[in-house]
Structures are given as structure tokens and as C-alpha cells.
């Protein structure tokens, strides 16, 4: 079924992308930054190699013939402790002409590559299904503008290999994947904040009284990890020559919906009371189309909401991934608890 190998493989979406294309048959080689992912990748006959994307001398360890590359690596707002907008530019800009140009000498002939939803927030605020294909932007004057304007010119470089070599590349535009990470903090602005729905999640065991901002109809894509890795399946298995296409998780959910399948979910002791509260902001608002990825890809979403945070839940009592990002003891402190 030939070889794929995976940049950011020790991310959330890198390693569910690589264990479901390992169980599909494919040869799977995992990269990551970190010198060692501690025999995880090993335990499921996947080899691991340590890779700087930034560094293109790294790459010379990866002697295998590669037949796909998945390319998740760079720097993300959310996991940046202090702003350094060169950590977006080099990690993603110069990150991604180091992938296309292993590509290219290699004779590699597709990379899957996850563009940020920051492309089209202005589109954001209706239930109007947003297009692939609509324009391009980039947020002006938020911590997201400069990753955004990384992300954008990492996608035109990668049109030009396909329009110059002809590589197939498929563009997948993520909104939040949803996953169990045993760190349920990120970073706005360099400030230190808990994720909302983990905040919510975290509340709702504590049998906390949850509240319901603003527009409890609100509509939002939720998309569970275990879908995403499926649509990269699919374009690892097409024969298409691509394009951009939307990761949505095709059937939308309110916040009010949310809540109410989480306090159920999550409770222990002592169920959640809901209240609401009107004069809160409301949650941002988007719907994006997939039929694009339905048609062209064969995509089809399988975890509704309530499935989704069923198996979260497993997830979270049992950490199938504390090899590589530790365990809830190791980033919730007993204040915070």
C-alpha cells in the first residue's frame, strides 16, 4: 500500500493519523521533534524518528522510499507560552519548503497538510455552510495573524510544487479536533488559560453548577479526532490531484446540546445543575461544508457529539497515550483540581 511518513507524528492528530494508516496496511514512519517518544510508536510496529523540520540536514536520517508525505509539524498559538512570531514563520514557512523539497529529490508525489481555519474566521457568525474554496484571509491584529499568515503562504507554496511537479496535495482545513490530552490548558496571548470545553468537562465531575452563555442555539463543528484521522486516510488512498477541503463533523451542535450531553457524561457524585446565562457572550458561530470531501474523498463522519465525549471519557480514565504526553497528574495541580 507503499509508505507514508508523518511530520508532528507525536501530536494529538499526528498519532492518530499514524496508528490508523498502520491499521490500514500502510508502512507508516513517524517524525517528531522530541528526541525520544519512549518506545510508543515501537509498541505498534511503527518506527520513530527524531526530525527538526526546521532543519533540513535533519531529515537525511529518513533513508526509507516514501510514497506520501503527512505534514502536521509547526508551531501552534495555543501551545505558545511566550509570542515569538519566528517560531510560526520558520517552523511553518521555512518548515514546509524543507518538506516540499524532501519531497521533491525524493520523487514523493502527495503531502496531506492541515491548514488553520483562521483562513476564513471572517466567514464566521451565520449557520450558512462555509465553502472550501471560498477566499483565503487572515485575521489583522490577533495573537492567531502571523501563524494565520503562515499557514496561508505554507498552502501557496505547496500549489506552486503541485502546479510546477505536479504533487498531489490534499488541504485539510481544521477547525478545534477534539481529543483527550491529559494538559488541558493553552495559551492566549502568552496567557495561560484553560481549554473552554475542558473547563466545562472539568466542572461537570465536580457536579459544578454549568453555565450556558449567551445564545444557547448556537451552533458549532465539533469534530472528534477519530474522524479527522479518517479524511486523512482518504486522502492518503486518493488518486485525485486534491485541493482544499473542509473538516467538519457533519451534523453541527449547539453549546446548549454540549453542556447538557456533557453533564450527563462526566457526572460522578452529583449531576450538574445547567443554568443560563443570556447576557454572556455566545460561543462563535460556523458551519462548514464537506460535501466537497464527501464526494471527491468518500469522508463521512461517524461520532456524534455524545459518542465523542463517551469515548473522551474512556480515554481520559485510562491514557492510552501517557508515553508521550504524560497524565493529567503531570499538568493539573490539586489548586486547579
Sequence with gaps: MGTVVIFGATGSVGVYSALTLKEAGYEVIALGHR????????????????????????????????????????????????????????????????????????????????????????????????????????????????????????????????????????????????????NPFYYVDGEKRWMGYRYIIDQACKGNTLQIYGDPKSKKEMVYVKDFAQLVKCSVDSKLEGGIYNVGCGHPISIEDQIRDIAEIFAREKKSEIVYAPKMPSSPQFVLNIEKARKELGYEPKFSFHEMMLDFKHDMDTEPFAKLWGTKEDFVGHNER
Design 35 to 182: 528526541k525520544s517518544d519512549n518506545g510508543f510508536f515501537a509498541e505498534h510496529g511503527i518506527r520513530y524518528y527524531s526530525v527538526d523540520v526546521k532543519n533540513r540536514k535533519s531529515f537525511d536520517v529518513i533513508t526509507e522510499r516514501i510514497d506520501t508525505v503527512v505534514h502536521f509539524a509547526g508551531a501552534m498559538p495555543a501551545r505558545m507560552k511566550c509570542y515569538n512570531p519566528y517560531e510560526y514563520t520558520d517552523s511553518i514557512i521555512t518548515g514546509t519548503l524543507n518538506v516540499l523539497e524532501f519531497m521533491r529529490e525524493r520523487h514523493c508525489n502527495k503531502i496531506v497538510f492541515s491548514q488553520s481555519i483562521a483562513d476564513i474566521l471572517y466567514k464566521f457568525g451565520s449557520t450558512t455552510p462555509i465553502d472550501d474554496d471560498v477566499e483565503r484571509r487572515f485575521p489583522l491584529d490577533t495573537d492567531h495573524s502571523i501563524y494565520s499568515i503562515s499557514k496561508n503562504a505554507a498552502v501557496n507554496m505547496i500549489e506552486h510544487y503541485h502546479a510546477k511537479y505536479g504533487i498531489q496535495r490534499f488541504i485539510l482545513r481544521l477547525p478545534t479536533i477534539y481529543v483527550y490530552q491529559p
